[in-house]
């Protein structure tokens, strides 16, 4: 269970059986939701200790049960969030061990800089205060992440037992996720896969880029429509990674933005929304007790619904499906 230190300036935690036998510089970036070269930093500068070890070796493994101490850097939250109820969200689906949300866009998923109240996590803490601790402290029952502009399904742990799954069906790239976009452009071929690095901007850190120093990521897509006027095309989206906006910078970098997504060159006229196109539609994980395959389906919002309804009938192509 993850615990601040009393200045604020880095964490504790028991390695939990997820990461049993993982790189400490891996398990530093996932814990503490840094770059793997900001983890390594941390180590070479002796600021992370397993028990009362400092360790420096990046490819030094750790167990579960495990004491990790990092200093030197600060998670995305200070505190400890609390209940609210006045935090609205859809559910797909509820048992005694996982939730799966149906997240409306504009919710922040968990507190960070910038968002102490009003997120998702305060809203499932009304709800389910039994969720608290589940995981971390600071973003309990969290296992995965959507942007703020981003809607759709999902998953929660209401367990540590499901916790541990989830994050470790995730590290094995088990979990199915598929997303909705509409893009601007037409693409030539119907079918691909975007391979590419994705990593913070070196131009503007608030951004993130398609970068050879970044984390590997891969992106498939699949053309469902396309229309020629304005020119957009619908895309089925699925990840093999989970990076930060890694759909959104990799169909940028591809020529392809998602429309409204004016961080990544998709504000254009002819077609106007206030969020990026974009919408985690379908999500498929093993239960964490049964090992039943489970899977969910978000219908689109009424926002972007209307975006496709005023768009008409889309262009007769092979591409279409």
């Given amino acids: ?21 993982e790189r400490i510089d891996r398990v530093v ?39 990790l101490m990092v200093t030197g850097f600060e998670r995305e939250t ?51 205060p039994e969720i608290a601790g589940v995981g971390s402290a600071a973003r309990p029952g969290i296992v995965h992440r959507l942007d703020l502009g981003t809607s759709g399904a999902l998953a929660v742990a209401r367990t540590q037992k499901a916790y541990d799954s989830l994050v470790a069906q995730l590290a094995e790239r088990s979990v199915g996720r598929r997303y909705r976009a509409l893009t601007w452009g037409c693409f030539e071929a119907p079918k691909g896969v975007v391979d590419a690095p994705v990593g913070r ?6 951004r993130m880029a398609v970068v050879g120093s970044g984390r590997p ?36 970098a591809i020529g392809h933005p998602l429309v409204g997504d004016g961080t990544y060159g998709g504000e254009r006229s002819g077609l106007v929304l206030d969020r990026p196109f974009l919408h985690a539609a379908h999500l498929a994980f093993d ?10 389906e978000s219908p689109l919002p009424d ?8 768009l008409g009938e889309p262009e007769p192509s092979d591409q279409s499906a």
Wanted: some cysteine; aromatic content about 4%.
């Fill in 287 to 296: 239960h964490p007790v049964t090992g039943e395959r489970l899977e969910f």
């Fill in 78 to 128: 200070e505190h400890v969030p609390g209940p609210e109820a006045s935090v609205r969200f859809g559910v797909l689906y509820a048992d005694d061990d996982v939730l799966v949300v149906d997240k409306p866009s504009g919710l922040v998923v968990h507190p960070g800089a910038g968002n102490q109240t009003g997120t998702l996590v305060n809203g499932l803490l009304a709800l389910h």
């Fill in 201 to 206: 901007s070196p131009k503007d850190r608030t």
């Fill in 29 to 67: 970036s996932l814990l503490a939701d840094v770059s793997r070269n900001r983890a390594a930093a941390a180590l070479a500068a002796g600021r992370v200790s397993v028990g009362d070890e400092v360790v420096y070796q990046r490819s030094r493994r750790v167990h579960e049960g495990d004491h």
């Fill in 1 to 21: 269970m993850v615990g601040l230190m009393s200045d604020g300036v880095g964490f504790r935690e028991l390695i939990p059986p997820a990461l049993d036998g």
């Fill in 303 to 310: 926002d972007l619904r209307e975006i496709l309804d005023r």
């Fill in 217 to 252: 990521a891969r992106t498939g897509y699949e053309v469902s429509a396309s229309w020629a006027t304005p020119e957009v095309s619908l895309v089925t989206c699925t990840l093999e990674t989970g990076r930060t906006h890694q759909i959104r910078v990799h169909l940028s």
